[in-house]
Protein backbone atom coordinates (compact mmCIF):
# COMPACT_ATOMS: atom_id res chain seq x y z
CA UNK A 1 0.00 0.00 0.00
CA UNK A 2 1.27 3.46 -0.89
CA UNK A 3 1.47 6.17 1.44
CA UNK A 4 -1.00 9.15 1.02
CA UNK A 5 -0.98 12.11 2.93
CA UNK A 6 -3.96 12.49 5.57
CA UNK A 7 -4.84 16.35 4.85
CA UNK A 8 -5.03 15.53 1.11
CA UNK A 9 -8.01 17.51 -0.36
CA UNK A 10 -10.66 15.14 -1.37
CA UNK A 11 -13.16 15.88 -3.98
CA UNK A 12 -16.86 13.52 -5.27
CA UNK A 13 -17.50 13.83 -9.10
CA UNK A 14 -20.10 16.73 -10.11
CA UNK A 15 -22.64 13.87 -11.12
CA UNK A 16 -23.09 12.23 -7.59
CA UNK A 17 -26.12 12.83 -5.88
CA UNK A 18 -26.09 11.21 -2.81
CA UNK A 19 -22.80 9.59 -0.70
CA UNK A 20 -23.08 6.68 -2.55
CA UNK A 21 -19.84 7.47 -4.62
CA UNK A 22 -15.73 7.64 -4.40
CA UNK A 23 -13.65 10.28 -4.38
CA UNK A 24 -10.72 11.46 -5.36
CA UNK A 25 -7.47 13.03 -4.04
CA UNK A 26 -4.30 14.33 -6.20
CA UNK A 27 -0.84 15.21 -5.07
CA UNK A 28 1.90 15.68 -7.16
CA UNK A 29 2.68 12.42 -8.75
CA UNK A 30 -0.17 10.57 -7.33
CA UNK A 31 -3.66 10.53 -7.18
CA UNK A 32 -6.01 8.05 -4.99
CA UNK A 33 -9.50 7.07 -5.00
CA UNK A 34 -11.60 5.98 -1.31
CA UNK A 35 -15.21 4.96 -0.78
CA UNK A 36 -17.20 7.96 0.43
CA UNK A 37 -19.57 5.12 2.92
CA UNK A 38 -16.01 4.26 4.54
CA UNK A 39 -13.56 6.50 4.29
CA UNK A 40 -11.45 5.20 7.00
CA UNK A 41 -10.61 2.25 5.00
CA UNK A 42 -7.90 1.30 2.21
CA UNK A 43 -7.20 4.17 -0.29
CA UNK A 44 -6.07 3.36 -3.90
CA UNK A 45 -3.24 5.34 -4.78
CA UNK A 46 -2.14 5.36 -8.21
CA UNK A 47 0.67 7.04 -10.41
CA UNK A 48 -0.36 10.37 -12.03
CA UNK A 49 0.28 9.38 -15.35
CA UNK A 50 -1.79 5.97 -15.29
CA UNK A 51 -4.96 7.96 -13.43
CA UNK A 52 -4.99 10.83 -15.99
CA UNK A 53 -5.01 8.06 -18.51
CA UNK A 54 -7.51 6.59 -17.31
CA UNK A 55 -9.37 8.99 -17.10
CA UNK A 56 -8.99 9.95 -21.01
CA UNK A 57 -9.92 6.32 -21.11
CA UNK A 58 -13.70 7.32 -19.35
CA UNK A 59 -13.98 10.52 -21.65
CA UNK A 60 -13.06 9.18 -24.69
CA UNK A 61 -16.00 6.46 -23.73
CA UNK A 62 -12.57 3.81 -25.04
CA UNK A 63 -13.50 1.13 -21.81
Not at 10 to 26: G, I, L, P
Not at 38 to 46: E, Q
Amino acid sequence: MHPFPHDARWRTSTYTQQQNCVEVADTPGQSALRDTKNRDAATLVFPGAEWRSFIRAVKNDAL
